[in-house]
């Protein structure tokens, strides 16, 4: 089967047993690059085009969010060279598809810590989720300068000052309290979790968010992860029995 022919739902996937929300760690830039010889960025730029893909392909599919995990915040270790050419993209990428994005009903949302972003990029994130913010056709998060653990420690910060100014009784914190405070707050958790390029970790993402997930790994790099990729990972989540610790 060659991803072209996928424009609609594959037979053999089951619609009412589709993930509802599918999020994805998109990883293997660097490598894919390397292996043609070319530099990682080039990966990175790749990158997009597999991206913007996968969220139409959601989208035609009848999957109703989609998250990506753009930048984490350990990202800032990397090269500043590499860094700078990230912020950039991200940039030029938002510009460039926010108009054909918001025509085909896209809501847009970033997550993450935003304010050390460059302040061009986030006035760009911005004005793509004010402009999208009433769309229903998919809902697409980005995760940009992301880290679960930071996520974590924000929202305890946050719940305990509020407790410091006898807004809030410590009794009161809850599970459902605390996901109301994430930077997910109101998007469900994600059912299905694709990490590529054969790395059997979670790298800090959405650490509280996928207690219940269901994870596929592929050897895939992201460049390369299409629709027929996509496809196999629906597959074998299908093939999944979720139990929730029951039996
Ligand atoms: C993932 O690809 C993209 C980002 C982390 C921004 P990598 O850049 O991590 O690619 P590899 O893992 O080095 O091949
Ligand atoms: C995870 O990939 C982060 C993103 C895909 C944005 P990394 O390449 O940064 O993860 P590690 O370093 O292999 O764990
Ligand atoms: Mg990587």
Redo the contacts with the bound molecule.
Sequence with gaps: MTAKLLQTLPADLDRQRLPRHVAVI???????AKRQGLP?VI??RQ?VDALKDLLRCCKDWGIESLTAY???TE?WGRPAEEVDF?MVLFERMLRQELEQMHLEGVKIRFVGDLDPLPKSLQAEMHRSMVETADNRAIQFTVAINYGGRHEIVKVSRQLADMVRHNQLNPEEITEKLFADHLYTAGVRDPDLLIRT?GEMRLSNFLLWQIAYTEIYFTDI??PEFNRVEFHRALMAYQERDRRFGKI
């Design positions: 998109m990883d293997g830039n660097g490598r894919w990682r990966g990175h990158g753009a930048f984490s990202n990230l390029s790099l992201w």
